[in-house]
Structure formats: structure tokens, C-alpha cells
């Protein structure tokens, strides 16, 4: 009975390790889930932070453009922020001036687009109409030559 009362005391130790890692686990999974809302938290008050930098902005580029006059290295950053404004607005009125096209040139531009394209030839299988240089019906996949 010795054997056995060896063999029962190493499972009851073996047991006590196997509650022990289990612990361990559920602890280090529940500090991983508290380090996980942490940095959600961390990164929902830097977002908060960069919104906060470019209202920030925002302001003083309003006050330049009111008063013309910044102190230091900002009057380059809005003076800048002022060449790009102008950039914007005239790529913004060349679209304008393409849009704006009269009609006589959209329907040039349509007719020698109709000019190129390449006669259609009939599938002999489905009918279909397919382009001259096609060598297959893109319908149902017949070759044509």
C-alpha cells in the first residue's frame, strides 16, 4: 500500500501545480485585458489631444488671417497654409472650366470617340456582337477564327 500512497500523494501535488498555473493564467489573461482597456484609453485621449492641436491651429491661423501679423516661425506656417489655399482654389476653378465646357466640344470629343471604335462582328454560335480583333465570343467563349 506504500505504492500507492506515493503514487496518491505525487497526483495530489501534481494537482496543487496544475490549480496553481490555472491561477497564474487567469490572472495574466485578466491583467492583459486591464493593459488592453488602458491603452484604448491612452489612445482615445491622444485622438483627444490632436483634435485639441488642430482647433489650436485652426484659431491661430484665423487670427493671422484677421490681424496679417504672427509672432516667430508661425507667420511661415500660415503663410503657407495661405499658398495652398491658393493653389486649391484655382485647380478647384480649372475644374470648374472643365465642367463648364460648352456642349460642342462634348459632343466632338464623343464622335471621335465613336470613330475608334473597331467594327463589331457577329458570334456565329449566340450572336452576340464581338469586337473584329477578338479571336473568342467574350459571351459564350466560341471561337470566331
Do not use: W
Not at 489573461?29 to 491612452?42: H, Y
Not at 482615445?44 to 484677421?66: N, R, W
Not at 470613330?115 to 473568342?136: I, M, R, S, V, Y
Amino acid at each position: 500500500m506504500a505504492f500507492f500512497d506515493k503514487i496518491g500523494g505525487a497526483l495530489r501535488a501534481v494537482g496543487s501545480k496544475t490549480n496553481d498555473i490555472a491561477k497564474n493564467v487567469t490572472e495574466k489573461t485578466g491583467d492583459a485585458i486591464e493593459i488592453t482597456k488602458l491603452n484604448g484609453k491612452i489612445n482615445v485621449e491622444k485622438a483627444k489631444i490632436a483634435k485639441q492641436y488642430a482647433d489650436l491651429g485652426e484659431y491661430c491661423y484665423e487670427q493671422f488671417a484677421a490681424v496679417a501679423v504672427m509672432p516667430g516661425d508661425a507667420h511661415e506656417f500660415c503663410s503657407a497654409i495661405d499658398e495652398s489655399n491658393e493653389i486649391i482654389a484655382e485647380a478647384l476653378a480649372d475644374i470648374e472650366k472643365l465642367k463648364s465646357k460648352p456642349e460642342e466640344f462634348v459632343g466632338e470629343a464623343e464622335e471621335e470617340a465613336e470613330e475608334e471604335t473597331p467594327e463589331a462582328e457577329a458570334c456565329p454560335c449566340c450572336g452576340c456582337d464581338c469586337a473584329e480583333e477578338a479571336n473568342f465570343c467574350a459571351n459564350c467563349g466560341a471561337k470566331l477564327r
